[in-house]
């Protein structure tokens, strides 16, 4: 069964920094894309990062582009995101969601991890 | 970036009804289109791709189409597990976008 299941949420400060993991299972990781995607209160869905499977092809939304930088482990499993210059407009559910190759549509998602930036 | 906009934004449809959701690209996406359905506090699950293509478990009374550059969701009879906010998304190039949802209730 495939589980993707993110980690490293919480409340931050403006300007502050926070990094997200997502642990992936029930899969061949490193033969996948991966992506973020963050939904804010309320909100629609919003694409944020993705990586390919070796890490070659990065791509970042123009939202978080310079502040964002997504990175995976193949060993362990695990995708990143490491959030630097946060904004209150970065206040999100981010979820981790696996790119499927042949039609590149989201086809696991994560429960999600939430992030409040907020003074 | 292909912008996607879906109409309507909220649905209020009666049970056995028939249900029509629509997503218009901004530019040709060919059938790089996939839709899901996000039920309450869960995140998005995955219901078409390829703009017609049924995904894994879902349920025949779902269907997608396309006309040119329009895209649409069609429930057939709508039951209440179909309440929820459904989105669309184009699979055609990065930067992916989806549409800005609609969500669906009951009558």
């Known amino acids: 069964e495939v589980q993707l299941v993110e980690s490293g949420g919480g409340l931050v400060q403006p300007g502050r920094s926070l990094k997200l993991s997502c642990v992936a299972s029930?899969?061949?990781?490193?033969?996948?894309?991966m992506n973020w995607i963050r939904q804010a209160p309320g909100k629609g869905l919003e694409w944020v990062a993705y990586?390919?499977?070796?890490?070659?092809?990065?791509y970042y939304a123009e939202t978080v582009k310079g502040r964002f930088t997504i990175s995976r482990d193949n060993a362990k499993n695990t995708l990143y995101l490491q959030m630097t210059s946060l904004r209150s407009e970065d206040t999100a559910l981010y979820y981790c969601?696996?790119?499927?190759?042949?039609?590149?549509?989201?086809?696991?998602w994560g429960p999600g991890t939430m992030v409040t930036v907020s003074s | 970036d292909i912008q996607m906009t879906q109409s309507p934004a909220s649905l209020s449809a009666s049970l056995e009804e028939i249900v029509t959701i629509t997503c218009q690209a901004s530019?040709?996406?060919?059938?790089?289109l996939a839709w899901y359905q996000q039920k309450p506090g869960k995140s998005p699950q995955l219901l078409i791709y390829?703009?017609?293509s049924l995904a894994d478990g879902v349920p025949s009374r779902f269907s997608g189409s396309r006309s040119g550059t329009q895209y649409s969701l069609k429930i057939s009879r709508l039951q209440v597990e179909d309440i929820g906010i459904y989105y669309c998304?184009?699979?055609?190039?990065?930067?992916?976008?989806f549409g800005g949802g609609t969500k669906l209730e009951l009558k």
């Open positions: 969601a696996r790119l499927e190759p042949r039609y590149w549509y989201f086809d696991f």
């Open positions: 029930g899969f061949t990781f490193s033969n996948y894309g």
């Open positions: 990586i390919s499977s070796g890490s070659s092809y990065i």
């Open positions: 530019q040709d996406i060919g059938n790089w």
């Open positions: 390829g703009a017609t």
């Open positions: 998304q184009q699979a055609s190039s990065a930067p992916w976008t």
